[in-house]
């Protein structure tokens, strides 16, 4: 098309060649007035003009008059640029010359649109002709800036909508609104498992704890399934195994022997003095005022008085104080001087001598004089074992006032433990065993010493019997870690006899201990008892005087 160039897209773009024929066959390389608008070639159509949308030149250009031969008229694709003009658009050729748009010929001749030739010549679209006009090597033109959309009366596209604005964001620290859930009966009872478990989301458990608040039905149905997920899996203790520091011990003493060895009947305290410690390792200042009762078994029921875990210690170190002078070590209470000799006399000695309550200073003495005891007897070897040691009313010979010494630090840390909530277990078995051994073995001077104030049964099913021959007996069995079996005798301190057994007592190890330190009353004690009644009740009876403060 010789109107106009469409290799762009620019409906008001001009070429050089249009520009020589607008004009009075000037230079072409100068924009003619027609492309800036200018009087000589006259106004620039508007796009919507009768002529070629784009064509600067139409019918009444100076050219003069549509030439009738023109094939295609004045509005065709080929403007007229005058009868003999050399130059078409871009071209050097007019509408039928040798030049044609932007090639070397007309429209039917050599030079076609975009090609050497005329639209039917030789040179076709992109054809060797391409951008013609002036000659080979010629530049390409800047084009003029695009029209806007504005003016060029394109439809815009409406601007999308804005988005709707974000929800403020929570300020920092304040709490978040949670809307609760509303469910139905049936589907708060299905969650009722899962609320069990803990498995529930919050807002689930929320719904959940708000129903049983207002269904009886669910409310038991879900205390049921809390105490089923309970034994599911017993929580499991964090401790280290009670029995762990024996087994090192004996690993490493098996293949290194001391060359002091501990006795075994030392070993007991030994251990249990260690627990101890460590307990009293762990907690803090204010646990050692913190209040503990001290409870023991008297004629006229439990007896109790009231210490704190600083004053404990203290009453350990005071009746601890009776071995170390058997052994020939400083007495504890020093120049405080004491009624008699009895446990509970130091004690309140020891309390009263003290301007302050004790404290946790009270630990070191008490630690010290324990690793004395220890290391005292291990010098001193087995042979001391039956040296006696004087409790103020009775006497015990060391290897067993050793044992009654470990047996009351492991009572007394159990009080302990329990006033500031810690975790602690019994004895390791074979301690244990040692203890429940001594108690045994003194519940016939327990038994005869009831007899004598009158508080043991009537004697309708005693009888007398010759001194040191065996009498009726009781089979006390003490199941579980440490446990065994004995023969009481019940009618003299001699050696009991099976031939003559009238009743068996079963007890648990641990709970026969508390019962001898008077934590468990005789009559609440969780007994099998077979056969004699009354015999039964006489051993347990006596089983709890052997406790003390």
């Known amino acids: 098309m010789s109107g106009t160039r469409h290799t762009g897209v620019y409906p008001h773009h001009i070429d050089a060649g249009d520009a020589g024929e607008a004009g009075d066959g000037g230079d072409q390389d100068t ?28 019918s009444d250009g100076p050219d003069g008059p549509d030439r009738p031969d023109d094939p295609l008229g004045s509005h065709g694709p080929h403007a007229s640029h005058g009868p003999h003009e050399p130059g078409g658009p871009d ?23 975009d090609g050497s030739g005329g639209s039917d010549g030789p040179g076709g679209p992109g054809g060797a002709g391409s951008r013609g006009g002036r000659g080979a090597g010629r530049e390409p033109r800047i084009p003029l800036p695009r029209t806007p959309v504005e003016d060029g009366g394109l439809p815009q596209s409406a601007p999308s909508p804005a988005p709707p604005p974000a929800p403020p964001a929570p300020a920092r620290g304040a709490a978040v609104q949670h809307v609760p859930l509303v469910l139905e009966h049936q589907v708060l009872t299905s969650l009722l498992g899962a609320w069990a478990l803990a498995v529930c989301s919050p807002e689930e458990a929320a719904a959940v704890d708000a129903h049983l608040g207002a269904c009886a039905t669910c409310a038991e149905e879900a205390g049921r399934l809390r105490r089923a997920v309970a034994l599911l899996q017993r929580p499991e203790s964090l401790d280290l195994d009670l029995a762990l520091r024996n087994r090192v011990l004996d690993g490493c003493l098996a293949r290194r022997p001391p060359r002091i060895p501990v006795p075994e009947w030392a070993t007991p305290y030994d251990a249990e003095t260690a627990r101890l410690d460590a307990l009293l390792q762990d907690i803090g200042d204010a646990d050692w005022h913190t209040p503990v009762r001290l409870r023991w078994f008297s004629a006229d029921g439990t007896a109790s008085r009231r210490a704190t875990v600083a004053g404990v210690v203290a009453h350990l170190l005071a009746v601890d104080g009776l071995v170390a002078v058997a052994l020939g070590l400083p007495d504890p209470l020093g120049e405080i001087p004491a009624p008699n000799p009895a446990p509970a006399s130091r004690t309140e000695a020891y309390w009263r001598a003290s301007h302050l309550p004790p404290t946790r200073a009270v630990r070191a003495p008490w630690r010290a004089q324990s690793h004395d005891l220890v290391r005292t007897v291990s010098f001193t ?54 203890m429940i051994d001594l108690a ?19 004697g309708g099913h005693r ?42 007592v079963a007890l648990d190890g641990v709970e026969f201990c508390r019962l001898t330190a008077g934590r468990v009353p005789p009559e609440e004690a969780a007994a099998g008892q077979d056969g004699d009644r009354e015999a039964i009740r006489d051993v347990l009876f006596a089983a709890a005087s052997l406790s003390r403060m």
Do not use: K
């Open 463 to 504: 009888h007398l019997v010759a001194a040191g021959a065996p009498g009726r007996s009781l089979r006390l069995e003490i199941e579980g870690s440490g446990g065994g079996e004995w023969l009481i005798p019940l009618d003299s301190p001699a050696a009991g006899s099976a031939a003559h057994e009238v009743a068996h």
């Open 91 to 113: 071209g050097s050729g007019g509408s039928d010359g040798p030049g044609g748009s932007d090639g070397s010929g007309g429209s039917d001749g050599p030079g076609g649109s």
């Open 440 to 458: 045994a073995r003194m519940l016939p001077a327990a038994l005869a010493q009831r007899r004598r104030a009158g508080t043991a049964a009537p």
């Open 381 to 434: 070897g087995s042979g001391a074992g039956r040296m006696p040691v004087s409790y103020g009313d009775f006497e015990l010979p060391l290897h067993d006032a050793m044992v009654d010494r470990a047996f009351e630090c492991w009572v007394h840390a159990e009080d302990i433990a329990q006033a500031v909530a810690y975790p602690y277990g019994p004895p390791s078995p074979r301690h244990l065993n040692r």
């Open 31 to 58: 924009w003619p007035a027609a492309a800036r608008g200018g009087p000589a070639g006259g106004p620039v159509p508007p796009d919507d003009s009768p002529n070629h949308p784009g064509t600067p030149h139409g």
